[in-house]
Structures are given as structure tokens and as C-alpha cells.
């Protein structure tokens, strides 16, 4: 016989949503021109020292609670943030880079994979991909130099920072009270996972990665 044993893993997708607003509504205050370009600085240091590293971290614990989806989209979101908070940490204030540019668009590219992969939980997935949005967008104003784009990608990140701090919020008391609070769109597996019987969730836990003999 052959025992699988799973280890509870509290959910870390609150911690990197969290992170996730804190970012996208910092710099999104900045693209809009509400701070002075030079606050940028102190921007770019809460990209580096607080967002970058959190996500990190639920990056990692989304792994290891076997949800790959969470894993990749946060990893992504934790390295893009600190190339776009050393970038602006380095260049001038309110200086354009074509290089960053080309790095947003293509993580607007790669958080689309999470972001098609987490169909059975459309809050999260909606964060994935306005993120995904939010970059691409800010990618063109950087390509660019269009003050026009940079607005619109500051609009889309106030957005996506309201959007985030509800997800964090709607998952914290939904792990916090076992049982849905705030509408997170579950359905399918992810349904099943909040009110489905146990065995229903683990009966293809065999055939997932880290259990079954290769990748």
C-alpha cells in the first residue's frame, strides 16, 4: 500500500495580493502624476523591500499548498516587481526605458498562462489577468514615452489595486470563517475544494506533480 500524506498550508494568495496593491497603487499614483517624479525612489523601495518579497514568498508557499496557478503568477509578479522598482530605483526620475518596456510586455504574456489556467476561480484569475492588462499597458507607455499611456496604465492600476485588496480581503475571511463571505466566482474544482466532500478533492491526488514519478 502506498500512503500519501498531505501537510495543511494556510493560503498565501492574501499575502501576495496585498503586496500586489501596494505596488500597483503606488506607482499608479505616480503615473498619474498626483507625487512629484521624484518620489519615485520611494516608490521603487516599496516594490523591492515589501511587494517583491511577499510575493516571493506566496509564491512559494503556493507551490507547496499545490496550487500551480498561484505559484506561477505570483513568482512572475514577485520578479517583475523588482526589475520595475530597481529600474526606477536607477534612472532618472520620470525617465522612460524601452528596455523595461519590452521586459512588462513579455510578463503581460507570461502572467496570461496563470491567468487562462485559473478559469475555476474568476476573482484570482480576474487579479492575474488585469495584472497581466496593467503590464502591457505600462509596457507601451514606456515604449513610447506617451504621457496619454502612462495615464492609462495608471488608471488600470488603481484598478487592479481595488480589485486585489478585495480578493485579499474575500479569501482572508473565507479561510479565517471556513465558508464563503465575499463572492470569489468558485466553481468547478475550486467549488468543490470550499464544499465538496474530502474525497472528492483527493481522489486525483496521485496524478499530480511532486506525487506521481515524473513531471
Excluded: C, N
Excluded at 514568498?57 to 499548498?65: Q, Y
Excluded at 517583475?80 to 526605458?97: D, E, I, N, Q, R
Amino acid at each position: 500500500m502506498t500512503r500519501i500524506v498531505l501537510r495543511p498550508v494556510g493560503t498565501p494568495l492574501p499575502l501576495g495580493f496585498l503586496g500586489l496593491a501596494v505596488a500597483t497603487t503606488a506607482f499608479a499614483v505616480l503615473q498619474l502624476g498626483w507625487l512629484p517624479p521624484e518620489q519615485g525612489r520611494v516608490v521603487a523601495l516599496a516594490a523591492l523591500l515589501f511587494t517583491a518579497p511577499v510575493q516571493l514568498l506566496a509564491s512559494v508557499f503556493g507551490f507547496l499548498a499545490r496550487d500551480p496557478v498561484a505559484g506561477t503568477g505570483m513568482a512572475v509578479l514577485s520578479g517583475t516587481w523588482v526589475v520595475v522598482g530597481y529600474v526606477t530605483l536607477t534612472t532618472a526620475p520620470g525617465a522612460s526605458s524601452a528596455g523595461l518596456g519590452v521586459l512588462l510586455v513579455l510578463s503581460a504574456l507570461a502572467l496570461s498562462v496563470p491567468a487562462a489556467a485559473a478559469r475555476t476561480k474568476l476573482v484570482p484569475a480576474a487579479v492575474i489577468a488585469l495584472s497581466a492588462l496593467r503590464f502591457a499597458v505600462t509596457g507601451v507607455a514606456e515604449l513610447t514615452g506617451s504621457a496619454g499611456w502612462s495615464s492609462a496604465a495608471g488608471a488600470t492600476g488603481l484598478v487592479l489595486g481595488a480589485l486585489a485588496l478585495y480578493a485579499a480581503l474575500a479569501l482572508e475571511l473565507e479561510d479565517a470563517s471556513h465558508r464563503t463571505s465575499l463572492p470569489l466566482g468558485r466553481r468547478g474544482a475550486a467549488g468543490v475544494a470550499m464544499h465538496g466532500d474530502v474525497r472528492q478533492q483527493l481522489g486525483e491526488v496521485r496524478h499530480e506533480a511532486g506525487v506521481r514519478d515524473q513531471l
